[in-house]
């Protein structure tokens, strides 16, 4: 869910409060999602509707 919500342009700060959790652990999913994409060769979908990466 982490994930489909990043990429449906959700920032962070409001991923960890509709999950309950807290934005480090929100940030290190994404980072763990990223790193294994990476080390895959997989290319990694940009976040939201205008494709800008970062943090909330």
Do not use: F, N
């Amino acid at each position: 869910m982490i994930i489909d919500r990043r990429t449906s342009g959700w920032k962070q700060a409001h991923i960890a409060a509709a999950m309950g959790i807290s934005r480090k652990c929100v940030r290190s999913w994404l980072a763990r999602y990223e790193a294994e994409a990476v080390a895959r060769g997989v290319e990694v979908p940009p976040c939201g509707p205008c494709g800008a990466r970062g943090t909330a």
